[in-house]
């Protein structure tokens, strides 16, 4: 029934975890696989939209009709979002974007030294607060992982980065968060509305979080 919901309208999704070189060989990562991001990016593209997906480093197949980006960095990602952001109607902003990185890349394979190491980082730009600042007609999604204290932190972020609903993600429970194939997570919205989903894989997570992005967009009208 929702096969062509979002017919006409542009998607942009984000996965996977960034990686921040720290030499030629290492970086700074996190466990996220994509598997989320990309299930979002399946379930847009079935209901018609026309969907990109903007990817950190992942193993997963693209979903079929779906255009990648591949990118490596916080930076990089940043770039791909404010380009395409313009022309776009929903964002979904599933990505885990490491909040630092290394203040410095080393030229060379950093040698190892009998002594303690210290690397300097730097605070990433955050993406999703700029999209908030600068959204005028876009349905702007985003997810917080929290390890304690995740409603009251998932809310704090949702009115701090401007966003229309967060997907607040439970990352402690078994089979939820990074790396599963099934996930836990509560929808919040502005008006203080809160719907919590009982555990599923992630595609249909995905399609309940398409379907809220539908009614946002007084879709079911058209
Ligand atoms: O990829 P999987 O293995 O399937 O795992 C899924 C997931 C756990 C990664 C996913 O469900 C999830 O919760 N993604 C958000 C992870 C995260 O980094 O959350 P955060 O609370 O640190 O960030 C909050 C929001 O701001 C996110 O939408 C994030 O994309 C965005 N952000 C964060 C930092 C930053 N510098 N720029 C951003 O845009």
């Known amino acids: 029934a929702s096969s062509n919901l979002l017919c006409g309208k542009k998607a942009l999704v984000t996965a996977g975890g960034t990686q921040e070189p720290l030499d030629p060989v290492r970086y ?13 990016a399946q379930a847009l593209q079935e209901a018609g939209a026309d969907t990109i997906l903007v990817s950190a480093p992942s193993e997963l197949p693209v979903p079929s009709g779906v255009q990648r980006i591949s990118v490596m960095t916080a930076e990089e990602m940043r770039r791909a979002v404010l380009e395409y952001f ?6 979904v902003k599933s990505a885990a974007v490491a909040d630092y990185r290394p ?13 303690s190491l210290f690397v300097e980082l730097v605070p990433n730009p955050d993406i ?12 702007l999604i ?19 980065k401007n966003v229309d609903m967060l997907v607040a993600n439970d990352v402690t429970q ?9 996930n836990c997570v509560s929808f919040l919205f502005p008006d203080g509305r809160r719907i919590d989903l009982p555990q599923m894989n992630k595609l249909e997570v995905a399609r ?13 009208k058209e």
């Open 128 to 139: 999703l607060a700029e999209l908030g600042k600068m959204k005028t007609k876009q349905v």
């Open 86 to 91: 313009p022309d776009v109607d929903i964002v």
């Open 174 to 182: 078994a089979g939820s968060g990074f790396g599963s194939l099934t």
């Open 28 to 40: 700074l990562g996190n466990r996220s696989s994509g598997r989320m991001g990309y299930a979002v």
């Open 142 to 160: 985003g997810f917080a992982a929290e390890t304690e204290n995740l409603l009251a932190n998932a809310q704090e972020k949702m009115l701090r």
């Open 103 to 115: 203040k410095e890349m080393a030229a060379q394979k950093i040698k190892k030294k009998g002594t």
């Open 208 to 220: 309940h979080l398409r379907d809220e992005i539908v009614e946002l967009l007084g879709g079911t």
